[in-house]
């Protein structure tokens, strides 16, 4: 009994620490800043669609798995790649905000908290553009046609973002 509420307290201090923590709302505003700036590529950094449902793919227990979620109606979702949007983040968060950034796993740890309001999931296998990071291009084999990469996604919901981004119809 003494352990549950040990847990117990040590979420509700986690979560008021979340509540309190500025640096995930600088973390949007600099992800508006980067959009705006053409430094996030869209297809290739972050995608916005509009769906019902989505397919959550994970790896678990040595195998791939598939979920599908459904919303209530169709649902403004924003993919973020992850190979890429941190270290832009940290590159630009000083020019933004003037602060030090949040190291790269306490904001993982931010973005993929469950308590985060705005997270619907993390999911493997996306499709993306693959994108040159010294042009900021996407990439072409030799024969012209251009290339995409499948990577991990974080899932949010836009409109709890704040974000001002396109929107893709499926």
């Known amino acids: ?3 549950e509420k040990v847990i117990k307290d040590m979420i509700e201090t986690s979560e ?3 509540k309190k923590n500025g640096n995930l709302g600088d973390f949007w505003r600099v992800m508006q800043y980067l959009v705006r700036s053409n430094i996030l590529i869209e297809d290739g950094d972050y995608k916005v669609i509009c769906k019902d449902k989505i397919i959550h793919r994970y790896y678990e227990h040595g195998e791939w798995l598939a979920k599908e979620k459904l919303f209530d109606q169709p649902c403004r979702l924003l993919y973020l790649n992850t190979a890429r949007v941190h270290s832009l983040y940290k590159a630009h968060c000083l020019i933004l905000t ?15 908290n469950p308590g985060t309001p705005e997270l619907v999931c993390e999911t493997k296998k996306e499709s993306f553009q693959k994108i040159d990071p010294s042009t900021g291009k996407q990439e072409c084999n030799e024969l012209g046609v251009k290339k995409r990469t499948s990577t991990s996604a974080l899932i949010f919901e836009m409109e709890k973002t704040g974000l001002q981004l396109g929107t893709s119809f499926d």
């Open 16 to 18: 008021e620490r979340f």
């Open 98 to 112: 003037g602060q030090k950034p949040m190291p790269a796993s306490t904001l993982k740890f931010y973005l993929t």
């Open 1 to 3: 009994m003494e352990n």
